[in-house]
């Protein structure tokens, strides 16, 4: 197993891990399971089966990479145990369907829209919107991608966001 000196050290990497990547990880769950609160559980769940594994004295290359294969195997996981339920069986036992989500409805069409409008972008804006905005990456992990200077990436993500704002209020 590990020396406590060992162990220090991983949670000190493991408590990094989380602050930085645990959005992004809520984020992917809820797109992927569209309910907060068992995406929060399977992040949680993630985290708790990223420890146990480096405690066994498991290596982990790249612990993003490693996160994501996690909570994407979590998710399948649910996907598969999810049971189809009638809509008349939910009635039946006085469960109404609810409209009030249009809300949700909106800010989902918003991204939509967002994501095709970033296809009208000029080719260096839409690399690193995409890179930024859907894959949650840093500007150290995008400097890193694309051999450019964070400073780079970042006036091409302002101006970029600042062209996509202006597609946007024209649609």
């Known amino acids: 197993m590990m020396t406590p000196e060992q162990e220090t050290q991983q949670q000190e990497v493991f408590a990094i ?14 797109f992927k399971i569209r309910d907060h609160a068992i995406g929060e559980d399977l992040v949680q769940e993630t985290f708790t089966k990223t420890w146990k594994y480096l405690v066994k004295g498991g290596k982990i290359e790249v612990m993003k990479a490693f996160l994501y294969h996690v909570l994407n195997n979590l998710i399948i996981d649910e996907y598969r145990k999810h049971k189809m ?3 008349d069986v939910l009635v039946e036992k006085g469960i109404e369907p609810s409209t009030g989500d249009s ?10 829209v967002a994501l095709i409008l970033i296809q009208r972008l000029p080719i260096k804006y839409q690399h690193v919107m995409r890179m930024r ?4 990456l840093s500007l150290t992990e995008m400097s890193l991608i694309t051999k450019q200077s964070k400073n780079t990436i970042a006036v091409q993500m302002h ?6 704002k202006l597609l946007y209020s024209n649609t």
């Open 85 to 87: 339920t009638s809509l």
């Open 17 to 30: 891990a989380h602050h930085d990547f645990e959005k992004g990880l809520n984020t992917r769950a809820f």
């Open 103 to 112: 809300h949700r409805l909106f800010d989902m069409l918003d991204g939509k």
């Open 159 to 164: 101006r970029g966001l600042e062209k996509l």
């Open 133 to 136: 905005y859907i894959q949650h």
